[in-house]
């Protein structure tokens, strides 16, 4: 007879709701997933922190003030995407991507798919939508970045768990670029960039903190950006990037 813990599991699997599951892990651990479904960021420490990228299948979100990095992660996480052979789509709200600059990052601009917006947050919604419904991207993401704080907070909150459903148990990586935490699935991350000093001590820690507050008990742990990372994801800027929610 099955125990009553695989029943629930099997219930929950039939109703696609096992993502909810969680598990105790040992402190300082983090939770194993095959190599398939995790797709790299194209920065190594947060690739790291998040045991090897970002989850497919799973909204993940970036956030972040302006000049704090986001643009250079999301362009960094683009490139790695279109060099694993995917395509990549980009719904940009405000009309900010810069292509030139995105493509000094390497990203190959012919397999991007670029959603120019002029400020409707709710039409590029249905856009991000239509384009997770169509399938076959392997990173999709929605800039909200530059969209007024009050818009945002007014969208429907049922909107980010519909956002997340349309791509559970695909191989499609979904972000959201914001100012501040909007939504993300139960496997997704947040990944938080902070303005602050850099130390040029050359005796300190080589680089910017990477904390990782994993969303399972007792789990954390810290790493360092090295200068070669820094140099590819914030070229100069004065900002440090922290991974605040990851889930196993």
Known sequence: MPTAR??????????????????????????????????????????????GGLRRGHLSEIVGGRSSGRTAVVCCALAAAVDRGELVALVDTNDRFDPESAASTGLDLSRLLWIRETGDATRALKAMNLVLQAGGFGLVVLDLADVPLRMVRALPFPTWFRLARVIEG?????????????????????????????PDDLNAPDGLQVRTDISAPGLSRARWLGRSDRARLLQGLDTAPRVVGARG
């Open 6 to 51: 695989a029943q629930i599991e099997s219930l929950l699997k039939d109703r696609k709701l096992d993502v909810t599951l969680t598990s105790a892990m040992p402190a300082g651990a983090v939770a194993p997933h095959d190599a398939a479904d995790l797709a790299a960021s194209g920065v190594p420490a947060i690739d790291a922190a998040l045991g």
């Open 170 to 198: 695909s191989q499609t990586v979904a972000v959201l670029v914001a100012a501040e935490h909007l939504a993300r699935s139960s496997g997704g991350a947040t990944v938080a960039m902070d303005r602050r000093a850099i």
